[in-house]
């Protein structure tokens, strides 16, 4: 059995502990989000906190390590707001790589990464991990996470407006965990008519029962400002702690089910016990 570790993040560990860790375990979760703007309730970081809290909660319970979180992701569409800063797709690419190169160097083997920016960072972090296992290291097994996902089994029953950018569960979760960063005052029952805006084509609840016969479409940072000039996209003033910790504390139950079920059955993809 593994030896008690004073912290789940490798940031706050030596590396005798990570050499000790490496001896009965090889799965490291790796939290990305986002420095974007989150309309006027929300913090810039709210989606790295969304990472951060579920990679931390996740490893608690299954007893696993977090690499630091990644603070960056692909924002452009968010850069009419001050304080957005956007990775390119590239960069966003590289960085998952070059980390992951690290991580299989020590000995890692199954790297888990929790996106708490949805759907802007997943072409980078599922073309950058499908790249990695065939061309540079198929002896490592990737997952990506991701919250629109992982959380089909609770978020429709939990919020009741459409969840696209700001929506009612990514602020519940972080004001459930970090009470002090929303500003609960400016929650705001504006929300843009995304079908007027984009086509009824358009997929404008992320977290929805039935998602439809969708057509994606971007827009400019621009647009953006001009279609929702208070940055949020979704109608949040129904968001509360505990819808928060209900929607938290499903997806850290069904991830570290997930943790278990690989524990079960490590090693190639193709030969299972
Ligand atoms: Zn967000």
Redesign the pocket.
């Known amino acids: 059995m593994a030896q008690k570790l004073s912290s789940v993040w490798l940031n706050e560990l030596t590396w005798e502990d990570v050499a000790e860790y490496l001896k009965h375990e090889d799965i490291i979760i790796l939290p990305i989000g986002?420095t974007?703007q989150?309309g006027p309730a929300g913090p810039l970081g709210?989606?790295t906190y969304?990472a951060i809290s579920l990679a931390e909660d996740v490893a608690r319970s299954a007893g696993v390590l977090c690499t630091p979180p990644v603070w960056f992701g692909d924002s452009s569409h968010h850069l009419g707001f001050p304080g957005t800063i956007s990775l390119r797709l590239e960069t966003v690419r590289a960085l998952v790589k070059d980390i992951a190169s690290s991580l299989a160097k020590h000995g890692f083997r199954n790297i888990l990464i929790i996106n708490?920016?949805?759907s802007a960072n997943l072409p980078a972090l599922l073309s950058a991990t499908k790249e990695l296992r065939e061309y540079e290291m198929p002896e490592v097994f990737f997952a990506v996470i991701d919250p629109m996902k992982i959380s089909r089994g609770i978020a429709a029953q939990t919020k009741e407006a459409k969840e696209h950018?700001?929506g009612e569960l990514?602020i519940s979760e972080v004001w459930h965990k970090y009470p002090h960063l929303i500003k609960a005052d400016k929650l705001t029952r504006e929300a843009p008519d995304l079908h007027r805006l984009f086509s009824p084509f358009f997929l404008d609840d992320l977290m929805g029962k039935g998602a439809g016969d969708t057509i994606d479409i971007p827009w400019t940072s621009q647009e953006q400002r001009e279609f929702a000039p208070t940055g949020s996209l979704s109608d949040s003033s129904r968001a509360s702690p505990q819808k928060g910790q209900r929607y938290h504390d499903y997806m850290v139950a069904r991830i570290v089910e997930f943790i278990e079920w690989r524990r079960q059955h490590r090693g190639p993809i193709t030969r299972q016990p």
């Open positions: 986002s974007e989150h709210l989606d969304v708490g920016h949805k950018h700001c990514e």
